[in-house]
């Protein structure tokens, strides 16, 4: 029955932080570390980002199906129309490439910040500054008014994400913000940037697949945490959109700070 609820545990942590601006690989690090999880297994990483991106898919069916199906026929029949599908699909790409990059120069790094747990703690603690000073920053340019400039600002900010403890979905924001985006454009792009992220992320890991190794009696508790981590990421977007509309992200600022702060000592003392 413990084992059972460490892996509901750690579904729940993945499916809410992952989605929100509090670093679910920072908080998946310290439920490990708090509650003595062993479970470094690639595998159950995989599923893991698997669960959530299934989730970042349904919940943005509608806009992802708008921006392909747009852009796509942009590019073969040139209608007018779809031309701003056409130009953010490609804002997307470029706004990918930075990680990419930055994910492959600096991955040894990655890893070795992410075993220090109280280097997880300050940097979750950068994050929730970050948060509290984006809550501040108010922005007027919408979709249409994008650029090739703002799609590359956003995702070197994006680069950030990659370390433990700074959100993902906070550094696109934060990108997105010091452009003047208003808040709902800037939310609507962090979101589509979810999918090649995720997806570039479970696609690197695979290519470990050698190393995968899952016995029969672990499936079930994997599968417990996959379904709660899906469930959880889908919710954890509708409660962002409206902390985002709100100019709340400041509340995720103040939690950053107080569980870094934590982390941070936690780590020390241990």
Known sequence: MIEVLKYIVLGLVQGIAEVLPISSSAHLIIVENLFKIQDDSLAFEIFLHLASLFAILFFLRKKLWK????FFIY?????????????????????TIPVVIFTLLFKDIIDKVSSTLWAVGILL???GILL????????????ENLTYVDALVIGCSQCLGIFPGISRSGSCLC?????????????DYAFILFIPAVLGATVLELTHISELSVTSNMLPLYGISFIIAMITTYFSFVILLKVIKKGKLSWFGYYCLAVGLFAMIYGFVK
Do not use: C, D, H, P
């Open 67 to 70: 921006l392909i199906k747009g």
């Open 75 to 95: 590019l073969f029949k040139r209608e007018e129309e779809y031309k701003l599908e056409f130009k953010y699909g490609w804002m997307i790409v470029l706004s």
């Open 125 to 127: 603690m950068i994050n």
């Open 132 to 143: 509290w000073f984006l809550s501040r920053i108010q922005g007027t340019r919408v979709k």
């Open 175 to 187: 990108g997105a913000f010091t452009r003047k985006i208003e808040k709902e454009t800037a939310a």
